[in-house]
Nanobody, 113 residues
Framework: QVQLVESGGGLVHAGGSLRLSCAASGSISINAMGWYRQAPGKQRDLVASITSSGSPHYSDSVKGRFAISRDNAKNTVYLVMNSLKPEDTAVYYC????????WGQGTQVTVSS
């Protein structure tokens, strides 16, 4: 199992930006990595994912505002979030796919109006 450590959440005003980082431990081969988010009382939804070769995928709700990238040498995935909206408020969870799916502990993102 991969250990994932997230950082970069916080409080920001609407229209602002944040960058999330997620570092995976171990010299292992990771397939897709990405981010889900979960708002209070709602299900956990995919935000963005990226393959090991760097192909990104975005949910429609963040397309054009968020950018996902990864550094395979560092086993780290990043999520740059621009033009943030109050509805982006959620706990953001990083994941990494190897033979199983591993999850980070979650980082809170709060966007005030």
């Amino acid at each position: 199992q991969v250990q994932l450590v997230e950082s970069g959440g916080g409080l920001v005003h609407a229209g602002g930006s944040l960058r999330l980082s997620c570092a995976a431990s171990g010299s292992i081969s990771i397939n897709a990595m990405g981010w889900y988010r979960q708002a209070p009382g709602k299900q956990r939804d995919l935000v963005a994912s990226i393959t090991s070769s760097g192909s990104p995928h975005y949910s429609d709700s963040v397309k054009g505002r968020f950018a996902i990238s990864r550094d395979n040498a560092k086993n780290t995935v990043y999520l740059v979030m621009n033009s943030l909206k109050p509805e982006d408020t959620a706990v953001y969870y990083c994941y990494a796919n190897t033979q199983i799916t591993s999850w980070g502990q979650g980082t809170q993102v709060t966007v005030s109006s």
